[in-house]
């Protein structure tokens, strides 16, 4: 069965660090792409990351320098290494397969609240 | 990387056409033909229902389809039904290996 799974979000102070974890089942991710996508509470999706097969990698501006996508190919993992949270950081943090410039499979979300 | 304008709601009877717009730039929806459409229901995960502007991922309805002129892109449902209520978000590649999404539209039955 194809299925992502995320966990890691919680409660953390204003200039605090997080790994998100995203457990994949069903496809490798040592031959796709994976993404973050995030949601504030009651606002749009808003596009974080991606993860290339090849190992490059690629942030929106708001994120850059801050947060760290990896990925283990044995493990059929990704991660989301999230340091100097803001409020703003405040999601529902979704990982994603990026398959030819769509986002088609999702996982069901984990919550991250960023308290200042 | 600013969102991609769409009406923030709209509405319509059972049965009736509603159609959502998505407005970009020349670097995101008017340069690539990779917009995809998403569905949101209530605390649940997006779903993808309309990719590379009109293409239907299988299993998605075809009263569901998608268009595109210039900088904007469509969405059209067709034969509104109860279960069509939920937030919808457009999102279209950004060139650079980003993406940008829409703000969202709600879609009432009434």
């Known amino acids: 069965e194809v299925q992502l799974v995320e966990s890691g979000g919680g409660l953390i102070k204003s200039g605090g660090s997080l790994r998100l974890s995203c457990a994949v089942s069903g496809f490798s991710v040592s031959s796709n792409y994976m993404t973050w996508v995030r949601q504030a509470p009651g606002k749009g999706l808003e596009w974080v990351s991606i993860?290339?097969?090849?190992?490059?990698?690629y942030y929106t501006d708001s994120v850059k320098d801050r947060f760290t996508i990896s990925k283990d190919n044995s493990e059929n993992m990704v991660y989301l290494q999230m340091n100097s949270l803001k409020a703003e950081d405040t999601a529902v943090y979704y990982c994603?397969?990026?398959?030819?410039?769509?986002?088609?499979?999702w996982g069901q979300g984990t919550v991250v609240t960023v308290s200042s | 990387q600013s969102a991609l304008t769409q009406p923030r709601s709209v509405s319509g009877s059972p049965g009736q056409s509603v159609t959502i717009s998505c407005t970009g730039t020349?670097?995101?929806?008017?340069?690539?033909?990779?917009v995809s459409w998403y569905q949101q229901h209530p605390d649940k995960a997006p779903k993808l229902i309309i990719y590379?502007?009109?293409k239907r991922p299988s299993g998605v309805p075809d009263r569901f389809s998608g268009s595109k002129s210039g900088n904007t892109a469509s969405l059209t449902i067709s034969g509104l039904q109860a279960e069509d209520e939920a937030d919808y978000y457009c999102?279209?590649?950004?060139?650079?290996?980003?993406?940008?999404f829409g703000v969202g539209t709600k879609v009432t039955v009434l």
């Open positions: 020349s670097s995101d929806v008017g340069g690539y033909n990779y």
């Open positions: 999102c279209s590649y950004a060139g650079s290996h980003t993406f940008v």
């Open positions: 993860i290339h097969n090849d190992w490059t990698t």
């Open positions: 590379d502007v009109s």
């Open positions: 994603a397969r990026e398959y030819y410039k769509k986002m088609d499979i």
